[in-house]
């Protein structure tokens, strides 16, 4: 069991430039520009499976890049609900990222709405992500005698 102030450190896409969620959302570059800029990482909670009452770790750095919302976090082992999501996340049970947020300004484009800039509230671990390519894996470290042997 790793320690509450280490954890287990996590990292991935919350949310991909240009990509239609199931629910017809597309976020564009830029979009979580401001929030992050009012808020940083500190502002964000990680919950599981949205639930405001399961906070599991810590998100560390929130940056936009090329790609989309890339997280990096821990979870910790501070609650049962902590403790059962690092063990998920571990075994490879539960992957997905979504997030909570409230839109600012949107536009319609037909069927899509193309969110411009949005407060992000948080981001969740969860089991089945409304935008199936928001992913996240255990960054585990490989031992560096283990990372030379593969290329000897």
Known sequence: MTGAAEGLPISGYASLWGVADLNRDVLV?????????????AGVRMLHQHEGRAVVGVWDELTED????????????????????????????????????????????????????VDLWEVSLVTFPMLPGARFRPAVPVPPAEATSAFA
């Open 29 to 41: 570059r830029g979009a979580f520009a401001a929030s992050l800029a009012r808020s940083g990482a």
């Open 66 to 117: 090329e790609q989309g919302l890339l997280v990096r976090g821990r979870i910790l082992d501070w609650s049962a609900e902590a403790r059962f999501a690092g063990a998920l996340a571990r075994a490879g049970a539960m992957d997905g990222l979504s997030i909570g947020f409230r839109p600012v300004r949107a536009r319609r484009a037909g069927a899509l709405r193309v969110l411009v800039e």
